[in-house]
């Protein structure tokens, strides 16, 4: 069965970077679109960022230019660079694979990424 497991996830100053990393099995992250969502406390599940199997890649507004999305096809995982971190960037993040149709198929189990001096 398909599996996404986050991790990088922790606390950090505002004006500070993460990496997370999504590692994927039974799926193939070159052949499908992969993402990243988030969701903060008490605030609806957004979508940060995809990448599609061409390598085009989409962000939100809010994390444009501070974000990046990208693939290791060697490693088969997604990765998520955050630089210029921000308090309203804390929530829990969460990697997807879209396989079928327009919405993400496979979620991972989340990772806490927390902004805060």
């Known amino acids: 069965q398909v599996q996404l497991v986050e991790s990088g996830g922790g606390l950090v100053q505002p004006g500070g970077s993460l990496r997370l990393s999504c590692a994927a099995s039974e799926i193939i992250v070159s052949l499908y679109v992969m993402g990243w969502y988030r969701q903060a406390p008490v605030k609806q599940r957004e979508l940060v960022a995809t990448i599609t199997s061409g390598g085009g890649t989409n962000y939100a507004d809010s994390v444009k230019g501070r974000f990046t999305i990208s693939r290791d096809n060697a490693k088969n995982t997604v990765n998520l660079q955050m630089i210029w971190l921000k308090p309203e960037d804390t929530a829990v993040y969460y990697c997807?694979?879209?396989?079928?149709?327009?919405?993400?198929?496979?979620w991972g189990q989340g990772t806490q990424v927390t902004v805060s001096s």
């Open positions: 997807t694979a879209t396989v079928i149709g327009a919405r993400p198929n496979y």
